[in-house]
Structures are given as C-alpha cells and as structure tokens.
T-cell receptor, first 115, second 114 residues
Framework: DGGITQSPKYLFRKEGQNVTLSCEQN?????MYWYRQDPGQGLRLIYY???????QKGDIAEGYSVSREKKESFPLTVTSAQKNPTAFYLC??????????????FGNGTRLTVT | AQSVTQLDSQVPVFEEAPVELRCNYS??????LFWYVQYPNQGLQLLLK??????LVKGINGFEAEFNKSQTSFHLRKPSVHISDTAEYFC????????????FGTGTQLKVEL
C-alpha cells in the first residue's frame, strides 16, 4: 500500500544537538511538507517542496533545515538554533506542488523531545 | 493571506447525539476548504473537502459540512456520533489559483461519552 513513513516515532535528544527526522513517501507525489504541531496551536508549516532540489520556507522555518534530493524523501533537520524544538512533527505530501485542490496525505508523525 | 478560526477547543457530547464543530475562515480570494481528523499519536486523515459546486459536502464516517460563503463558515456536522469519533478535528483552508499553503485552525477536541 502507498503511504508516508516517518521514522522514528519517538525521538529523544539533548539540548544543543542537531537531529534529523526522516520522511519517505511512495505515493509518487511531487510536493512534500513539514508541519509542527503543538497543543492548542494547530499545525504550522515549517518547509515545503514542490519539486526535487527545490524547497521554500514556511511560517516557522527558523532553526530548521531540509533537503529534497529525491522525490520520495524529504528529511527535516532540527538544529540547535531552534529554541523550542520539543513538538510533534508531521510530514505530508500532495499530488502537485501547484495551486490545486489536492488534499494532503500525512504520515503518522515523530514526537521529538529535547531535554 | 488566509486564516481559520475554530472557536471551540473542546466539545463533549453523548453517544448517539448530534454534533456540530464550528469553523470560520478569512480570505480575500476564493478558497478550498478541508476537514481533517486526528486520532491520538497519529497523522491527519482527510474527512471531506469543498472545492466548488454543491455547498453541502459529504465525507467519510457519516460526517458532512456546509459551505456558507456569506458567513465565511464551513461547519462540520454528524447526526449521531459514536465513541470511535473521539478525536481532534482540524479545519483547513487553501487559496485557489495560487500557492501551496494549507492553513489550519487550532483544532477541536471531540469527546464522545457514554
């Protein structure tokens, strides 16, 4: 079955360390996204990519970095510059990167805890 | 830019009772509207979407939503809820004609009780 795989499900890091969250999709989708979810704040867009080797900042990109070297993969690095990294991170994809009505398909998320 | 307001952070309801989860949006252009459901520690699943045409949209699990342009609302309804409907529900909006951004509301936690 096609879908989006995020790994690991739970991740623990010490403050000051960079950490990379994995996101892989086999839906053949062009566009991929990273959202951060905090209680009571809904989902906020970190980065998105419409096509391989291209990506744009979302609303809260500071302290994060991404790459899109393959269509299937869109890893997110949470750097030590991110002041409040503990959160639930969701990866999503959609059929096109353009302006259409295609909904997002989500992975099951990675819960990152930084102490 | 678009914004979404979900005024109710929590909605408790008894099983088999009807429920309405409210969503209002703000946008200077036409929009597509979506409702997603999230079960604990999982990603979001699409419940339904409004693209154009009929203002009453039916989705999965017996949910429906009505688009009201004059009131800029897209409320989600179900005539009879089940315990398994307990989850968090998110309303989202995307501008038509340009842009990838899907803007989410802050979510409404639906708790169905026996």
């Amino acid at each position: 079955d096609g879908g989006i795989t995020q790994s690991p499900k739970y991740l623990f890091r010490k403050e000051g360390q960079n950490v990379t969250l994995s996101c892989e999709q086999n839906l053949n989708h062009d566009a991929m996204y990273w959202y951060r979810q905090d209680p009571g704040q809904g989902l906020r867009l970190i980065y998105y990519s419409q096509i391989v080797n291209d990506f744009q900042k979302g609303d809260i990109a500071e302290g994060y970095s991404v790459s899109r070297e393959k269509k299937e993969s869109f890893p997110l690095t949470v750097t030590s510059a991110q002041k409040n990294p503990t959160a639930f991170y969701l990866c999503a994809s959609s059929t096109t990167g353009g302006s259409d009505s295609s909904p997002l398909h989500f992975g099951n998320g990675t819960r990152l805890t930084v102490t | 830019a678009q914004s979404v307001t979900q005024l109710d952070s929590q909605v408790p309801v008894f099983e088999e009772a009807p429920v309405e989860l409210r969503c209002n949006y703000s946008s200077s252009v036409s929009v597509y509207l979506f409702w997603y459901v999230q079960y604990p520690n999982q990603g979001l699943q699409l419940l339904l979407k409004y693209l154009s045409g009929s203002t009453l949209v039916k989705g999965i699990n017996g949910f429906e939503a009505e688009f009201n342009k004059s009131q800029t609302s897209f409320h989600l309804r179900k005539p009879s809820v089940h315990i398994s409907d307990t989850a968090e529900y998110f309303c989202a909006v995307r501008a038509t004609g340009g842009g990838n951004k899907l803007t989410f509301g802050t979510g409404t936690q639906l708790k169905v009780e026996l």
